[in-house]
């Protein structure tokens, strides 16, 4: 199957700092990804999809200032949490559907673990 | 709409007994359903999958049942491994096409030696 490489896998930072998350799909295209973040023993909760070169669309409720995404290019989609503080610990997972013959999986990356002391 | 649970109900197996996870999903018109397998500090990992107009698919050691009458999706797992313990998430999509997938609250199986 398709691979998504998601990096950091995990990161401690200082309050009010910024943090940048990578997903990379490395043997495909992906026009779309998708970013979810999940708390512990709970589901996975979408942010927002990401759409290369344009704007990304945010759920609501999630803090598109806070939550900066940026899609550059085919394969590769960033996350900065900006100005980070305890409350936006948590797990990041971003995910990207491969498409072609109504393939419609979506394949997730290994997720960032977000400390912010 | 989406169904996110407050609570992971959890499924304790024997090791070699099979498995069976529930999930119950919310939109009539999904047409595609996915289960996934997430490890502790992993994300998820793909299993199988199923379209509308399928009722059963069969995996290795896998299978999926669909019944769109009572959108009721199951998961059974055959000789229950301990590498199968994990949580595992029903995803469905609402719309044909790039549409994200809403998942289930999830089911954590702790399989016993």
């Known amino acids: 199957g398709a691979v998504v490489s998601q990096h950091p896998s995990r990161v401690i930072c200082k309050s009010g700092t910024s943090v940048k998350i990578e997903c990379r799909s490395l043997?495909?295209?992906?026009?779309?990804m998708f970013w979810y973040r999940q708390f512990p023993k709970k589901s996975l909760m979408l942010m927002a999809t990401?759409?290369?070169?344009?704007?990304?669309?945010?759920e609501q409720g999630v803090e598109k200032d806070k939550f900066l995404i940026n899609h550059a290019s085919l394969t590769l989609s960033t996350l900065t949490v900006t100005s980070a503080h305890p409350e936006d610990s948590s797990f990041y997972i971003c995910?990207?559907?491969?498409?072609?013959?109504?393939?419609?999986?979506?394949?997730f990356g290994s997720g960032t673990q977000l400390s912010v002391l | 709409g989406e169904s996110v649970g407050l609570h992971l109900p959890t499924l304790s197996v024997q090791e070699g007994d099979n498995s069976i996870i529930n999930c119950a999903y919310s939109?009539?018109?999904?047409?595609?359903f996915i289960w996934y397998k997430q490890e502790s500090g992993k994300g998820p990992q793909f299993i199988i999958d199923?379209?509308?107009?399928?009722d059963k698919r069969q995996g290795q050691r896998v299978t999926v049942l669909l019944n769109k009458t009572v959108k009721h999706l199951s998961l059974q797992i055959a000789a229950t491994q301990p590498g199968d313990s994990a949580v595992y998430f029903c995803?469905?999509?609402?719309?044909?096409?790039?549409?994200?997938?809403?998942f289930g609250k999830g089911t954590r199986l702790s399989v016993i030696a």
């Open positions: 995910s990207a559907r491969e498409h072609g013959h109504g393939n419609e999986k979506l394949f």
């Open positions: 043997d495909f295209q992906a026009t779309t």
């Open positions: 990401s759409n290369e070169g344009s704007k990304a669309t945010y």
């Open positions: 939109n009539s018109a999904s047409d595609y």
């Open positions: 199923i379209r509308s107009n399928m």
């Open positions: 995803a469905e999509n609402p719309n044909s096409g790039n549409t994200p997938l809403v």
